[in-house]
C-alpha cells in the first residue's frame, strides 16, 4: 500500500449550490438571504438549501419555515428548480473538465480529481485557474471550495476545513497537524451514533483515533470501512472497491395542497413512479438486469387524506395488482422492469402480453424522447403543481433530462 509523499488529491465541492444556482440564474435574489424549499406553498416544510447570506444570519440547511423566518426575517423562500440544478451541475463538469479530468462525480455538488505531476507542486494555482474558469465562462455567484491531500478521504476533510471558497492545501509533510484541530463528527461518515460509540471507548478526541490500530478501527466499525478509514487518515493512497446496486428507484412528494388520493390519481403518481424506477435500469449503460420484485411504499402518515399504507411486494412476473389496499379498485400497476433476461411464470401463458406492452412502452419512451417531455401517457396525466412531474433533487445521483418530463 502506497503513501504518498506529495499532493496527488483534490476534492471540490460547491458552496450552498441550490441556493447560489437560483442566485446566477435569477439577479434579483443576488446578494439576499435565500433559502430553497420543495414546493411553493413553503409554510409547513424546511429549508433545504441556504444561500451564504442566509448562513450569516444563522439559518441551516433543513431548518423549519418558522425557525428560519425567526432568524432571518427578511429571508426569500424560492421552490426548488431540480432541472436547473442538473444543468448547472453538467455545465460546472464541462468547465472543470478543461482545467483538469474530473476522476469522480461524488455527487450533484462534489468531485474528486487525481492532480497532475505538473501541479503537484502548487496546488494553489490549479486551485485558482479552476475558480477563474468557472467565475468567466459559468458566472461568479457559484462559488465552491476545494481541498487538497494526499488522498481522497484527507482533501475532502481539508475541503470541509477550508469553507466557504476555500483552497486548503494539507501537505503529506505537514500531516497530522491538520487533523488534530479537529473534532472526530468533522471526519465523514462519523455520525452522531458512530461518535458516541468512539467516546464511550475512550476515543474522545482526533487525536486518540490516530493512535488507534487498523485492527481496533475494523472492530468499532464492525467491518472493513474502519481499517479502510485508519489508512487513510494516515495518508495511504487507498482505492475503495466499486459498489454495486441492487435496487432502483424513486420517489415523489406531491405538493401539501395535492396530497388527496384524487390528486394522486389525475398525476398517475403510482404508475409514474414504477416507469422512472423502471427507466433508471433502462438507462444504466452496459448493464444487464432483471428484476425479481417490485415494491411500492408509502410513508406512514399520522393524519391527512393518504392513510397509511402497507408494505406492497409482487413479482415482475405476477399479474396487474393494485397499488395499496386503500387505492380504488380497478386501479392497476403493470411491472415494466424492462429487463433484458427474465425468468417466465411456469403457470401463466402471458409472453405475447408482455411483448406487446414492451413495444407500447418503447414508442411511447420514443416519442417523448424525440421532443423532450411527456407527450404521450398512458391514460389521463394532470402534472402536479411545481412545474416538474417526477424529478427531485437528488444528492448522490445527478437526475437525467427525462426525470422532469
Known amino acids: 500500500m502506497r503513501r504518498p509523499a ?15 444556482v437560483e442566485q446566477q440564474a435569477r439577479p434579483h435574489l443576488r446578494g439576499r438571504p435565500v433559502g430553497v424549499v420543495p414546493f411553493a406553498e413553503a409554510e409547513h416544510t424546511c429549508v433545504i438549501a441556504c444561500s451564504r447570506e442566509t448562513k450569516l444570519r444563522g439559518v441551516k440547511n433543513v431548518m423549519t419555515i418558522a425557525e428560519a423566518r425567526a432568524r432571518c426575517p427578511d429571508i426569500l423562500l424560492v421552490p426548488q428548480s431540480p432541472d436547473l440544478y442538473r444543468r448547472a451541475h453538467n455545465a460546472l463538469i464541462s468547465e472543470i473538465t478543461a482545467v483538469i479530468p474530473v476522476d ?23 486551485g485558482r485557474r479552476i475558480k477563474a474558469r468557472l467565475a ?4 461568479p455567484h457559484i462559488l465552491c471550495s476545494i481541498g487538497f491531500a494526499a488522498n481522497r478521504q484527507l482533501a475532502k476533510m481539508a475541503c470541509k476545513a477550508g469553507k466557504p471558497n476555500g483552497n486548503m492545501v494539507w ?10 484541530r479537529l473534532e472526530l463528527k468533522d471526519i465523514p461518515g462519523v455520525g452522531s451514533r458512530m461518535e458516541q460509540k468512539l467516546l464511550r471507548t475512550g476515543i474522545t478526541s482526533m487525536e486518540a483515533l490516530l493512535a488507534t490500530q487498523p485492527e481496533h478501527m475494523r472492530k468499532l466499525w464492525g467491518n472493513v470501512t474502519g481499517e479502510r478509514l485508519w489508512y487513510a487518515l494516515h495518508g495511504y493512497d487507498l482505492q475503495t472497491p466499486p ?12 405538493p401539501p395542497s395535492t396530497r388527496t388520493l384524487e390528486h394522486a390519481r389525475a398525476a398517475d403518481a403510482p404508475r409514474r413512479l414504477e416507469r422512472r424506477a423502471a427507466g433508471a435500469v433502462a438507462r444504466t449503460a452496459g ?3 432483471a428484476a425479481r420484485a417490485l415494491v411500492a411504499w408509502s410513508p406512514r402518515r399520522s393524519s391527512g387524506a393518504l392513510r397509511p399504507r402497507d ?38 401463458d ?35 403543481p411545481g412545474g416538474y412531474a417526477g424529478g427531485k433533487i437528488s444528492y448522490t445521483r445527478i437526475p437525467s433530462a427525462e426525470d422532469f418530463w
Not at 468567466?136 to 458566472?139: E, K, L, P, R, V
Not at 459498489?243 to 406531491?254: A, Q
Open 136 to 139: 468567466a465562462n459559468i458566472g
Open 243 to 254: 459498489s454495486g446496486r441492487g435496487m432502483y428507484g424513486h420517489g415523489r412528494v406531491l
Open 6 to 20: 506529495q499532493i496527488e488529491r483534490l476534492y471540490l465541492d460547491f458552496d450552498g449550490f441550490f441556493a447560489s
Open 311 to 348: 408494505l406492497v411486494e409482487r413479482s415482475p412476473g405476477a399479474a396487474a395488482a393494485p397499488y395499496a389496499r386503500h387505492a380504488p379498485r380497478g386501479y392497476p400497476l403493470r411491472s415494466d422492469p424492462r429487463q433484458r433476461e427474465r425468468q417466465l411464470d411456469m403457470l401463466l
Open 171 to 180: 501537505h503529506p509533510k505537514d500531516m497530522p497537524a491538520p487533523l488534530l
Open 287 to 289: 448493464r444487464r438486469l
Open 104 to 126: 469522480a462525480v461524488k455527487s450533484i455538488d462534489e468531485l474528486t480529481c487525481r492532480v497532475a505531476p505538473a501541479d503537484r507542486d502548487a496546488p494553489e494555482a490549479l
Open 350 to 384: 402471458d409472453d405475447p402480453v408482455r411483448r406487446q406492452w414492451e413495444r407500447i412502452t418503447e414508442a411511447i419512451d420514443a416519442l417523448n424522447r424525440k421532443h423532450g417531455r411527456t407527450l404521450v401517457s398512458i391514460g389521463p396525466w394532470t402534472p402536479p
